[in-house]
């Protein structure tokens, strides 16, 4: 069955050091998106990415957030200056098309310490 | 903007019962309603989703209505095993890019 995966499982960094989070969508789909997950609160929408540009993001992706696709398999977001806040789960996920089933990965656990 | 809540954060039920889930959502545009089920080091995987133009739908144990006037969809999991142990959230979209979740329900079977 297809999956998302996403790298590295768990990063920790030092605040104010970039980040890069790392993920492989399913290889037809067209739309990539991230989500965070605070621990304990709910899953919040950061942004989506449609033929190279962004579709739509969230108030809480500000200018310190940027994604990516570098090559045909990629997706990656970076996150430029970390701040304590920014700890969080990082999911990635990917459909096909815009408003069908999303496929997640396994999330990335980002420690900022 | 579109805000969903959910209840209940905590259900157990004994194995073999059912378990309901509820959400309800306040932006009336909204359109989409998926369910994902998270288990414990894992993504959220979708479970069964409804669209607004749907009442209810059903596959298996799993079932999902919408009420679009109340504005409200709910999970129904029928015969409840100790697998479906797990988180599970609801959310709600409008603009076929951004989900927006509920808080999660963690659902315990007890054998």
């Known amino acids: 069955e297809p999956e998302v995966t996403q790298t590295p499982s768990h990063q920790v960094t030092q605040m104010g050091q970039e980040v890069i989070l790392r993920c492989v969508p399913i290889?037809?789909?067209?739309?990539f998106y991230w989500y965070r997950q605070i621990l304990g609160q709910k899953v919040e929408f950061l942004v989506s990415f449609y033929n190279n540009e962004i579709s739509e993001k969230s108030e809480i992706f500000d200018d310190q957030f940027s994604v990516e696709r570098p090559d045909g398999s990629n997706f990656t977001l970076k996150i430029r200056s970390t701040k304590l806040e920014d700890s969080a789960m990082y999911f990635c996920a990917s459909t096909l098309t815009g408003g069908t089933e999303a496929f997640f990965g396994q999330g990335t656990r980002l420690t900022v310490v | 903007g579109e805000n969903v809540e959910q209840h209940p954060s905590t259900l157990s039920v004994q194995e073999g019962d059912s378990a309901v889930i509820k959400c309800t959502y306040s932006?009336?545009?909204?359109?989409?309603f998926p369910w994902y089920k998270q288990e414990l080091g894992k993504g959220p995987q979708l479970i069964i989703d409804?669209?607004?133009n749907v009442g209810e739908k059903k596959d298996q144990r799993i079932a999902v209505t919408l009420n679009k006037t109340a504005k409200h969809f709910s999970l129904h999991i029928t015969e409840t095993q100790p697998e479906d142990s797990a988180v599970y959230f609801c959310a709600a979209s409008k603009s076929n890019y951004q989900l927006i979740w509920g808080a999660g329900t963690k659902l315990i079977i007890k054998p």
């Open positions: 932006d009336s545009a909204s359109n989409y």
């Open positions: 409804i669209r607004s």
């Open positions: 290889s037809n789909h067209l739309y």
